[in-house]
């Protein structure tokens, strides 16, 4: 998918989601998007999605540090909330749709 159509199908997501405050647009070329999106808990989510590497990540922050997060760094994996430090591998990609749904999720705990 091509940074631009990504960008547009991240935008359609956040729009329908009651979580989130603002999106704003970090950096973005014709192969990549970094999005920062503001959330209700004050919190936000840093997303980057590049098209010729096919690198994507995505990364909730508050107070300066990760909290929750997904990449395909070495392959995909999460990031939990319950140690955001760690790795744990999935054999599928992770998608943003899916990300923000694990966030909803959280903050309607």
Known sequence: MNA?????????????????????VLTE???HTQLRI???DLSFVDV???QISGKAAYTQIRDD???????????????PYEDPQRHD???????FDEFL???EENLSK
């Open 48 to 50: 980057y999605h590049h």
């Open 65 to 79: 540090r990760r909290v929750f997060g997904a990449d395909n760094k070495k392959g995909w994996h999460w990031h």
């Open 29 to 31: 070329s014709i192969d």
């Open 4 to 24: 631009r159509e990504f960008e547009r199908q991240a935008r359609e997501l956040c729009a329908s989601s009651s979580i989130i405050m603002r999106v704003i």
């Open 89 to 95: 591998f999935t054999d599928d990609e992770i998608t």
């Open 101 to 103: 749904k694990r966030v």
């Open 38 to 40: 503001f959330l209700t």
